[in-house]
């Protein structure tokens, strides 16, 4: 998974509810992406970051929000847990060459 | 189990023959190409990637072909294996834009004993 973690690996949890899942990478690479991969969807961008405390919106970011405080770690939040975030997230980083690995990903279930 | 790939066009293939998966891209100006291997429960894993100044490229079994004339991508896999059996999809990143990698829906690659 080049150096990258995710958690929690699985979680369940209620409508309403506040949710964070972490990105971690020991590749000290500037770039760094939260997808959601969905049936019929495939991997679709929620935000990414360009750098610490730079980021940007992704094609389906509404009702979730990142931070970046240090170059490893990238947060994703979801404020208020709705079922159509129900999905499985993944993290990517870039490399020099334009090339993102992903993550093993997380899968979260909102009843 | 695993949801994604659930609708996915399905390739099935004799182990130990040769397996071509297909992708059609949409943008006439991407200029990096990608192909991603993903396996049930795990994230997708890079396989091969060509730049678009090139028509192939070869990597250990696998070899990526580029024809930019029809914007068609294809990933042959020499002597399939069982441990290749997963989903494949292309990426494509259009020059210029750090956010956007452009990804396909994705082909289930089916191995046959």
């Known amino acids: 998974d080049a150096g990258i973690t995710q958690s929690p690996r699985h979680k369940v949890t209620e409508t309403g509810t506040p949710v964070t899942l972490r990105c971690h990478q020991t590749e000290n690479h500037r770039y760094m992406y939260w997808y959601r991969q969905d049936p019929g969807h495939g991997l679709r961008l929620i935000h990414y970051s360009y750098g610490v405390k730079d980021t940007d919106k992704g094609e389906v970011s509404d009702g979730y929000s990142v931070s970046r405080s240090k170059t490893e770690d990238f947060l994703l939040t979801l404020e208020s847990a709705t079922s159509s975030q129900t999905s499985v997230y993944f993290c990517a980083i870039r490399d020099y060459t334009d090339t993102q690995y992903f993550g093993p990903g997380t899968r979260l279930t909102v009843l | 189990g695993e949801s994604v790939g659930l609708h996915l066009p399905t390739l099935s293939v004799q182990e130990g023959d040769n397996s071509i998966i297909n992708c059609a891209y949409s943008?006439?100006?991407?200029?990096?190409f990608i192909w991603y291997k993903q396996e049930s429960g795990k994230g997708p894993q890079f396989i091969i990637d060509i730049r678009s100044n090139m028509d192939k490229r070869q990597g250990q079994r696998v070899t990526v072909l580029l024809n930019k004339t029809v914007k068609h991508l294809s990933l042959q896999i020499a002597a399939t294996q069982p441990g290749d059996s997963a989903v494949y999809f292309c990426a494509e990143k259009p020059p210029n834009r750090d956010d956007k990698i452009i990804f396909g829906k994705g082909t289930r690659l089916h191995i046959l004993p």
């Open positions: 943008n006439s100006a991407s200029d990096y």
